[in-house]
């Protein structure tokens, strides 16, 4: 018999995300004692009781704190600092807050100032997703062998640290701690920056004329389809991504255009060494990727 890592874990916004780290507790019972899930929206709650992902389901988010030993937010990340304000004085003394937002800087900002002292606020972003939402596209396995990045605030307490760090690692995942600011630099490079570029990439596609639209669409070959699944993401986590990450994105995306220009320059010049070059070198990021198990 394991010991819990806590006796109650309160999940609030059991989607995509939430749903799988509850799915991953089913499977393995021990871990925590009593699983309380509360989310604003009643069919998701539906879902959540058809699903058994819960042992106390409900739309009461004080209540749903209440007792709990660690309290996950699992809601886009622009829900995240008010709803933190909203149940803060619900709290038990001693608890962990903790939300798997996949941006930080601004929510750190708008947060702290309500965080008791008697509250440890560790975030943890799992990188590791899906194009889909909602409690039905979890699943046990989606933070197997994935990087979780742990951003606590300076006076979270070392030992509930560990104890966020080991909960992950139960969750299959592999942790990484580090600064807020350069968490949200890295992740404007490898998460944010590609979703614009598929978003925007589709909508060009669907601002061509008429007859040539269809054609796309018939003849999109693994190339675009590539790109239209991320594009299929969610709108709001996406908008608050954007508007929440937007200076480290917006210096990213500025990187990344002087890149295209050269590239455009070259092809234009008929630069045979620089284009080689370019493809060249995407082909080794892919084999690396690849040799680190994260393709
Ligand atoms: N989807 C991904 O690939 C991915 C990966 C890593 C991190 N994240 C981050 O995880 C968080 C959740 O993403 P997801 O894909 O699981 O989302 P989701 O849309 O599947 O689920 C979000 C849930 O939050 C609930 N919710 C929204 N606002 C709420 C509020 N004010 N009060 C209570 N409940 C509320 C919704 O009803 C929904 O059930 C986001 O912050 C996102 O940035 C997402
Ligand atoms: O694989 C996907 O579909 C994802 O969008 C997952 C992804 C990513 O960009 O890698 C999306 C957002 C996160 O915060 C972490 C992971």
Redesign the pocket.
């Known amino acids: 018999m394991t010991t819990p890592l806590f006796e109650t874990l309160c999940v ?7 749903s799988s780290v509850l799915r991953r507790l089913r499977e393995r019972p021990g871990l925590v004692n009593r699983l309380v899930v ?4 009643p069919a ?1 709650l539906d879902r959540v009781r058809a699903l058994d992902l819960g042992d106390e389901i409900t739309a009461d ?1 004080a209540k749903a704190v209440a007792d709990a030993d660690c309290v996950m937010l ?4 622009g ?2 600092a ?2 933190a304000e909203a149940i803060m004085p619900h709290f038990k003394a001693g608890a962990i807050l903790t939300d ?3 941006t930080r800087r601004s929510v750190v900002d708008a947060l702290t100032p309500h965080l008791r002292d008697d509250i440890a606020y560790i975030p943890a ?6 194009e889909h ?3 039905d ?1 979890g699943f046990a396995s989606l933070f197997e062998d994935r990087w979780c990045l742990l951003t606590p605030d300076p006076h979270a307490p070392q030992t509930d640290i560990d104890r966020l760090a080991a909960f992950w690692r139960e969750m299959g995942a592999r942790i990484r701690i580090m600064d807020v600011d350069h968490h949200d630099t890295i992740c404007a490079m490898v998460s944010h920056l590609p979703h614009l570029i598929a978003f925007t990439i589709c909508g060009t596609a669907d601002t061509l004329a008429e007859d040539m639209r269809a054609e796309v669409l018939d003849f999109a070959a693994s190339g675009f389809r590539d790109f239209t699944r991320i594009a299929a ?2 709108p709001t ?1 996406w908008r ?2 954007f508007l929440n990450n937007s200076d480290a994105l917006l210096s990213v995306l500025d990187r990344f255009s002087q890149d295209a220009a050269a590239m455009a320059k070259a092809i234009r010049e008929g630069d045979e060494k620089t284009i080689v070059d370019t493809i060249s070198r995407g082909r080794r990021i892919r084999r690396s990727l690849l040799e680190n198990r994260q393709a």
């Open positions: 609030i916004g059991p989607g995509l995300i939430g509360a989310d604003r929206d998701v988010l699992c809601v886009p990340v829900a995240i008010p709803v798997v937002g996949s972003h799992p990188m590791a997703g899906t939402s909602g409690p596209a993401s969610d986590m608050d991504i």
